[in-house]
């Protein structure tokens, strides 16, 4: 039986699509922390209120900068409810500014021997390139959220393994991961 595998990557990177091939060749479920972090952000005190505020007057940037410490929070709590699953992150939930929020993210996923950071390409400005096109959605990203999530090392300390995409189909992809699976 193959343990969790944890997808972590920057926003557009691929890592729901993934997941769900993943899973659904594997035969277990997938967890997708985009749909689950809210619940565990209000089990701490969560403000939607500030949040928006937030977004409203800092743009993104600063909405992300709030999420931070509910981000590791959900990592912890998804990581302790969810066994033997595919689980894809959020963007934000593998890149921490704060060693101690680090630390603790990196600590739960220490023992995980399949987290995978997926990538567009090996080349960082061409990475950004594809994935900007791919996130024209995100209109006040000042400073640009994927250039941060790329150039940031928490990805690279957190990961076990890389793959790239570019190029590559879904199933492709997908298929390079069960490779690394043994």
């Given at each position: 039986?193959?343990?969790?595998?944890?997808l972590?990557?920057?926003?557009?990177?691929?890592?729901?699509?993934?997941?769900?091939?993943?899973?659904?060749?594997l035969?277990?479920?997938?967890?997708?922390?985009?749909?689950?972090?809210?619940?565990?952000?209000?089990?701490?005190?969560?403000?939607?209120?500030?949040a928006?505020?937030?977004?409203?007057t800092?743009?993104?940037?600063?909405?992300?900068?709030?999420?931070?410490?509910?981000?590791a929070?959900?990592?912890?709590?998804?990581?302790?409810?969810?066994?033997?699953?595919?689980?894809?992150?959020?963007?934000?939930?593998?890149?921490?500014?704060?060693?101690?929020?680090?630390?603790?993210?990196?600590?739960?996923?220490?023992?995980?021997?399949?987290?995978?950071?997926?990538?567009?390409?090996?080349?960082?400005?061409?990475?950004?390139?594809?994935?900007n096109?791919r996130?024209?959605?995100i209109?006040?990203?000042?400073?640009?959220?994927?250039?941060?999530?790329l150039?940031?090392?928490?990805?690279?300390?957190?990961?076990?393994?890389?793959?790239?995409t570019?190029?590559?189909?879904?199933?492709?992809?997908?298929?390079?991961?069960?490779?690394?699976?043994?």
């Open positions: 039986m193959v343990s969790d595998i944890i972590i990557g920057p926003m557009g990177a691929g890592k729901s699509t993934i997941g769900e091939l993943l899973a659904n060749q035969g277990i479920p997938q967890c997708s922390m985009d749909e689950l972090r809210l619940g565990y952000y209000r089990e701490i005190g969560y403000d939607e209120k500030l928006k505020q937030k977004r409203e800092g743009g993104l940037w600063s909405l992300c900068q709030y999420w931070k410490p509910f981000e929070y959900a990592v912890e709590r998804l990581l302790s409810e969810y066994k033997n699953c595919v689980i894809d992150f959020g963007a934000g939930h593998s890149v921490y500014e704060d060693t101690s929020l680090f630390q603790r993210v990196e600590k739960v996923l220490e023992p995980l021997p399949y987290v995978i950071l997926l990538l567009p390409s090996p080349d960082l400005q061409e990475s950004l390139q594809i994935l096109d996130n024209e959605y209109p006040d990203g000042h400073p640009n959220i994927n250039e941060h999530f150039s940031h090392p928490s990805n690279y300390l957190l990961a076990k393994f890389t793959v790239y570019k190029g590559k189909t879904p199933q492709e992809t997908c298929n390079e991961i069960l490779n690394l699976l043994g």
